[in-house]
């Protein structure tokens, strides 16, 4: 194999185990200080866990554009996004990450066009909630953000 063949054949290598993440968005959206969850419908083995509203970031799609459009068609809102909270987190595999902002509602008041239910949370009743694992640390940093007491 000829030297530049054996260089390719290496970064071949390292691409290979090194795959940009999916990046998977969601919102935290805050009104009157009380947080909005979001129930899982489905999969069944996640059904009845609490996550933020949002989903997969399409090719080509800015994070922000994404968050927005993901609130649109499972929420039926308008949000505009704030600060991040916390930082990236892998999500199982991690052939993925999770990225969470802050979020106001702008326009539309938010129904469960795809989830099992909503509820509007104070920070100190966040943690009580069956959160999906990924979630947990950055639920954990917004209560503290927003005044809440995280143990
Ligand atoms: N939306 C959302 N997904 C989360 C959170 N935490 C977490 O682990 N996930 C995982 C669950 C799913 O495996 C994945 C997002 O999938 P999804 O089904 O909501 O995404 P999507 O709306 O783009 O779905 P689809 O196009 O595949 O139907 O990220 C969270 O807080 N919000």
């Known amino acids: 194999m000829s030297r530049s063949a054996e260089h ?3 970064l071949t ?6 795959p940009i993440p999916a990046v998977i968005v969601g919102a935290a959206i805050v009104r009157d200080g009380l947080v909005l969850a979001c ?16 989903g997969k970031v399409d090719p080509g799609e800015a994070d ?9 068609e499972e929420l039926g809102v308008t949000i505009k996004l704030g600060e991040r909270v916390g930082t990236d987190v892998p999500l199982g595999t991690r ?3 999770l990225r969470v902002w802050q ?3 702008v326009a539309g008041e938010p129904a469960p066009l795809e989830h099992a239910s909503l509820r509007w949370v ?4 966040l943690l009580d909630l069956d959160w999906l694992p990924a979630d947990l640390p950055i639920v954990t940093d917004l209560v503290r953000t927003l005044g809440g007491t995280a143990a």
Request: proline share 7%.
């Open 64 to 72: 922000e554009a994404a968050l927005i459009r993901e609130c649109e």
């Open 95 to 97: 052939t993925a990450v």
């Open 13 to 18: 290598v390292v691409q290979t185990e090194s």
């Open 8 to 10: 390719l054949a290496r």
């Open 39 to 54: 129930e899982r419908a489905a999969p069944a083995e996640v059904a009845g866990r609490w996550e933020f509203p949002g």
């Open 103 to 105: 979020a106001s509602l």
């Open 122 to 125: 104070a920070p100190d009743d």
